[in-house]
């Protein structure tokens, strides 16, 4: 099969793909590329969602490119607004010329005789092959299995009614106006889902096992904005980078203080309708990610008591809703289990290197955005604790960095080398259930530089975009 050939291929018409393509074309002009989106549209996981009131779980003025702010002054914003600001921006660049749409990237095979990667595709059928080879390859599908979320098996499910519904596969035309809705979980989908829901349905009940922590900000800042007009939107951003950066520190360093003060401001909110119970979870703040109420839209549907929350264990499903450890049962016409999303690395795409398979839960992230004993292969990988365009946008800028260097020195291709004996950690430094179940199918950092990821964007600043792109652990060919 005769394949296409260009200098770099980007798997992903995502934000991490379109972060890519620019700073290709702006730091490496002369080089060809092309990107391969999977789905028919570009936006990855934000075309793939379609459930009720999805919207931005951090602010955009951060989530949005450091190339072309974000210009609205709703940092807070919903799926439209984001597909709409991401293909502007690819119209802007004339990124959208480089898209190949409905190409399914099945397998990445690296040759070192010839300096190439070759990539096998097919369309979303299976049945039109494609193959193209490059010089360097750039892995922006992030880090969900786009097929299926997590759904446990809950007993007595088939005898259950009604509807049940996993909000990544939401039916366009579900009809919940006057019916009881349960929503199974707590989580940034729930949270968002509720509030939205609430508008329609008889009733929005929120089972969860454990609480998360949640906060409430206004969908508009009034500091950033103040700030956008004085200083322009690159002041504005700033302002959400270092007000998130400390709020992060503080929680860290001070969690008991940080767990008064959430419960604090929720019982300020909920007043007679505060139950502590579900708003004390048993981790510290920051273990897992802090769930975003923007304008306080979820507190104000329980205000209103257009939802509730249950805080307790499912037995199993019965015919007309959910029996619970208590004792008790849920009525419900319509169950939603957002129960999480799975893991799944590199889109699932079948890696080899010199006909050996790579392992994912063997391999190293080199200063976050290699892995180890994989050439020319530069991965997307966000903060937990920040934007993930924040991580994305350095990453990119310093494979670029790396790939002019391999030009100006007549090198073919370079490869990070992890040494045996460094001590591993896992990669995402969260406690969330979704990245437990999906750990040994991921990569690892290390306690050690350049193997340990910062998760701190002036580090990182410092790191990628200013300090040399050679080190003793990259080999160059």
């Given amino acids: 099969m005769t394949a296409q050939h260009f200098d770099a291929i980007i798997i992903g018409a995502g934000i991490s793909g379109i972060s890519a393509a620019y700073h290709l074309q702006k730091y490496c002009p002369a080089k060809s590329y092309k ?84 990539i096998g595709t097919t369309d979303e059928s299976g049945q039109q092959q494609t193959h193209y080879t490059c010089q360097h390859l750039f892995m922006c599908s992030g880090y969900y299995n786009y097929d299926q979320g997590y759904a446990p098996e809950f007993p007595g499910a088939d005898d259950f009614q009604g509807q049940i519904i996993h909000p990544q596969q939401w039916p366009e035309d579900l009809d919940y106006s006057g019916k009881r809705v349960v929503v199974v979980g707590s989580g940034a989908t729930a949270i968002t889902l509720i509030p939205s829901m609430a508008q329609d349905a008889e009733h929005v009940t929120m089972l969860q096992r454990s609480p998360t922590y949640l906060g409430a900000k206004p969908a508009v800042d009034p500091v950033a904005t103040k700030l956008a007009r004085w200083f322009g939107r690159r002041a504005a951003r700033w302002w959400f980078i270092l007000h998130g950066m400390f709020i992060y520190a503080y929680c860290k360093k001070f969690p008991d203080k940080a767990r008064a003060a959430m419960k604090g401001d929720i019982k300020e909110m909920l007043g007679d309708k505060y139950v502590d119970k579900h708003f004390s979870p048993d981790y510290d703040p920051w273990d897992q990610r802090v769930c975003l109420c923007p304008d306080g839209d979820f507190f104000d549907a329980i205000k209103q008591d257009k939802a509730s929350i249950v805080t307790d264990h499912i037995d199993h499903f019965t015919e007309n809703g959910i029996k619970l450890k208590s004792g008790d049962e849920l009525q419900a016409d319509i169950i939603v289990t957002a129960t999480g999303l799975q893991m799944l690395f590199l889109g699932g795409i079948e890696v080899t290197v010199d006909n050996e398979s790579m392992t994912p839960y063997d391999t190293f992230i080199y200063k976050g955005f290699m892995g180890s004993g994989t050439p020319n292969l530069y991965v997307a990988t966000g903060y937990t604790n920040a934007s993930w365009t924040l991580k994305v946008d350095l990453t990119n800028k310093h494979a670029c960095r790396l790939i002019n260097y391999m030009d100006r020195n007549g090198y073919q291709y370079c490869v990070p080398i992890a040494d045996q004996n460094i001590e591993p950690a896992p990669l995402l430094n969260l406690d969330s259930g979704y990245i437990k179940r999906g750990e040994k199918g991921f990569p690892r950092q290390a306690t050690e530089k350049p193997w340990k990821l910062n998760q701190n964007v002036i580090l990182d600043n410092l790191a990628l975009r200013y300090s040399p792109v050679t080190n003793p652990a990259l080999k160059f060919h």
Wanted: aromatic fraction near 16%.
């Fill in 35 to 118: 990107i391969l989106e999977r789905r028919e549209q570009l936006g990855g996981t934000w075309d793939l969602f379609n459930y009720p009131g999805i919207r931005s779980d951090s602010d955009m003025y951060t989530f949005g490119f450091s190339f072309r702010p974000w210009a609205d002054d709703k940092a807070i914003a919903e799926k439209g607004a984001i597909i709409d600001y991401l293909r502007e921006t690819t119209e802007e660049y004339g990124i959208d010329k480089h898209i190949q749409y409905s190409s399914h990237v099945k397998t990445a095979a690296w040759h070192s005789d010839e300096g190439r990667w070759h």
